[in-house]
């Protein structure tokens, strides 16, 4: 399918590009459309897409006509619609497709069902962040299969979602048991799609090159980034691919979405199963920053609770006094949340009525500062017990976890830990949630665990556990903090990047050190997505050259910090007893972070990569959105120990503007610039030693 002609960028101006449904080029063809990406089905004589187009581009992304999913109930595999006869598979023509039948052992299309977008879970806003709607606004479509004779009663839907204002669309299974007895599901594939392929080889490459789609799902954990965390996308060769050039056939253009174990569940009788979400991210570019801003726009949207960014401070210790002492100080200079962090003696898991109420009163206190509070639990890099930790698979005995050993969190105390959590925030109102050592993924072989029957079914059942506080946390408006990515289940925020025995190096290395952190985590994570760290105090050694107490004899170091952290659009963990020891140390913070609150729109929004950080010359970033009165906002750093000046030429496409752009320095007189035809201007930028300068652009009159 052709693109359409000349069109608003929608990075840009993502509003005329509506989701819908409408009659394909058959009688028995629906196409789901956005104008950036279409999926087009062909319903008889069985459900199967026929077309998966990239309407930015042109190009046709499906090669071949597989089955929708697949599932295997009792030891018994079944295709979910699909058609046969397809006999290339190097690419499909239109006038094939009247002659493929439908697999009579397959599950047959029934109808369809069509209608709004709909929440996966609830979202409570309670804190400051971008605007966005939820769910995200769009078109659903739910196809509907009755089961062959075999398991007589099944039905399964295929769910759908296409949003609008950007190449995303999401799908997930649901099957329900009306078979009359029970069932067991013992693994599925969501989603087939024979794409292009990414990569022609003859002979075997190390390294494959996938097809050029993002593709993620909300069954994710242990790592702190997409790719990391993916748990779900397999791309596989195609044994149907006869003709394709690689000589063994291995070439990976088939995408399969499936578990990596089990679930190995037990359908009852009446029991409707729901698969994982799966998202589907087609790209119009190879330029890195624009498939970068692609892929933080589906985060933008899908998990719209990542923009909340408050500024918070790690107080540590948990004794009352000192709880007071840095909500008075974070009330005084404009930080929002105070986390009672590892170390500080807080503990999420005390049922003592003293204790809670305590907690209580703290939380009302902070409360009545306007300040967040709340506090860190450790939850699977942990040793619980024999009869509580999870059963390596291997060897049928505890150890050899991913973190060494791990509770189960289908084990008794699993279950009683999430009970706590749950009692705890919701009879203390604590705002704040630092859940370390979140679920990596873990099997467990035990039989005895309540939580769940065997090894099959460990891992799904652990990770719905997880998913649901969680799910749980985001509908009470708890902020959580997590490690890995567990972003589409509703966590907040997780790390950055970087190295904690880094933060026990000299202070001049942890500060450019950090600023590469920042620069590379922001390639896939919006701002507020990622959190860094300030030691105020010792960590993990380093002395007095590493650490930034006494505050005010390290106030340029410390204020470094604040500048790339504030200006970067980031929030770190300062770790300390308290934010200032002096009027002066207090005065410094509160004006960063006046900057950041008075900026603070455009500090959110999205990060063009300027230069890196290599201590030989000035590096920096461009925060950007055309939305915006303030269309940019450039921040430049100079690692060296004299002034810098340097003649650069800034990529202001990102902005709208396109022509000429008011260009303030740190909130100064406006001065008017022209911009060149690639939409660039060139300033002229004197950094002090070891400073930074801060640009704001705006649209002229």
């Known amino acids: 399918m052709a693109p359409l002609g000349p069109r608003p960028d929608w990075l840009l101006d993502p509003t005329p590009y509506k989701a819908g449904l409408h009659q394909g080029g058959q009688p028995h063809e629906l196409v789901l459309g956005n104008g950036l990406l279409s999926r087009t089905f062909r319903l008889h004589p069985n459900a199967a897409t026929v077309a998966f187009d990239n309407l930015m581009t042109g190009a046709s992304l499906l090669r071949g006509v597989k089955p929708e999913a697949r599932v295997e109930l009792d030891g018994v595999a079944f295709a979910i619609g699909g058609l046969l006869g397809q ?40 804190r400051s962040c971008a605007p966005a709607a939820w769910p995200p606004p769009g078109i659903a479509l739910d196809l509907h299969f009755a089961a062959p004779p075999a398991c007589a009663g099944v039905e399964a839907v295929l769910h759908y979602e296409l949003y609008d204002g950007l190449p995303l669309l999401g799908k997930w299974l649901s099957l329900r048991n009306g078979s009359g007895r029970c069932l067991r599901l013992d693994t599925f594939v969501s989603e087939l799609l024979a794409v292009v392929e990414g990569e022609v080889s003859v002979d075997g490459v190390e390294r494959w090159e996938t097809p050029d789609i993002h593709v993620e799902s909300d069954y994710a954990f ?88 408050p500024i918070l401070m790690h107080v540590r210790q948990a004794d009352p006094e000192s709880v007071q002492r840095a909500v008075d100080q974070c009330a005084e200079v404009g930080f929002e949340m105070v986390i009672m962090t590892f170390g500080s003696g807080f503990d999420a898991e005390s049922e003592d009525p003293a204790y809670l109420a305590q907690l209580r009163q703290l939380a009302e206190y902070a409360h009545q500062r306007g300040v967040e509070l709340g506090g860190y639990s450790l939850l699977a890099s942990r040793r619980i017990g024999e009869d509580q930790d999870v059963i390596n698979p291997e060897t049928g005995a505890t150890g050899g976890a991913i973190f060494g050993h791990s509770p189960c969190l289908g084990s008794a105390w699993g279950r009683e830990y999430f009970r706590k959590l749950e009692h705890l925030y919701a009879v203390t109102g604590l705002d704040v949630l630092e859940h370390d050592g979140s679920y990596p993924g ?84 919006t701002p507020s997505m990622g959190w860094m760290f300030v030691p105020l105090v010792e960590y993990h050694g380093g002395g007095e050259a590493a650490t930034l107490e006494p505050l005010g004899e390290h106030l340029d170091a410390y204020e470094a910090h604040l500048a790339q952290n504030l200006g970067w659009g980031v929030q770190a963990c300062y770790r300390g007893p308290r934010l200032y020891d002096s009027e002066q140390t207090r005065a410094v913070v509160a004006r960063w972070v006046a900057f950041y609150k008075e900026h603070r729109a455009i500090l959110e929004s999205d990060i063009i990569h300027l230069r890196r950080a290599d201590g030989h010359d000035l590096d920096g970033i461009l925060h950007v959105n055309p939305a915006l009165p303030t269309r940019g906002l450039a921040m430049i750093f100079n690692p060296l120990d004299h002034e810098l000046e340097r003649t650069w030429k800034l990529p202001l496409y990102y902005t709208g503007l396109t022509t000429e752009v008011l260009v303030r320095e740190e909130g100064g007189p406006a001065q008017t610039y022209p911009l060149d035809r690639e939409c660039q201007l060139e300033l002229t930028l004197k950094v002090p030693a070891r400073g930074r300068r801060w640009y704001t652009l705006e649209a002229g009159a």
């Open 222 to 309: 242990h790592d702190m980034t997409p790719k990391g965390s993916r748990r779900t996308v397999y791309w596989v060769p195609d044994p149907q691919y006869t003709t394709q050039v690689n000589y063994e056939r291995q070439t990976p253009c088939l995408l399969e979405c499936r578990p990596p174990l089990g679930p190995g569940l037990r359908l009852e009788p009446g029991q409707t199963f729901t698969s994982f979400r799966t998202f589907e991210l087609v790209h119009d570019s190879t330029e890195r920053e624009r498939r970068g801003l692609a892929q933080r726009r589906l985060y933008r949207t899908l998990a719209p609770w990542t923009q909340e960014n």
């Open 87 to 126: 006999e290339e598979y190097a690419y499909l023509r239109r006038e094939w497709l009247d002659q493929l039948t439908a697999d009579p052992a397959a599950f047959q299309y029934i109808r369809f069902e069509i209608g709004p977008t709909r929440p996966p879970f609830a979202w409570r806003r309670r």
């Open 442 to 525: 873990d099997p467990c072989a035990s039989q005895a665990h309540p939580g769940h029957e065997g090894l099959a079914d460990s891992q799904w059942r652990q990770w719905e556990r997880i998913r649901d506080f969680y799910h749980h946390c985001r509908a009470q408006g708890i902020y959580l903090n997590v490690p890995d990515w567990y972003f589409l289940s509703g966590a907040n925020k997780t790390g950055m990047g970087y190295r904690e025995t880094n933060w026990s190096l000299p202070r001049d290395r942890q500060l450019l050190l950090a600023r590469q952190n920042l620069y590379d985590g922001t390639w896939q994570k």
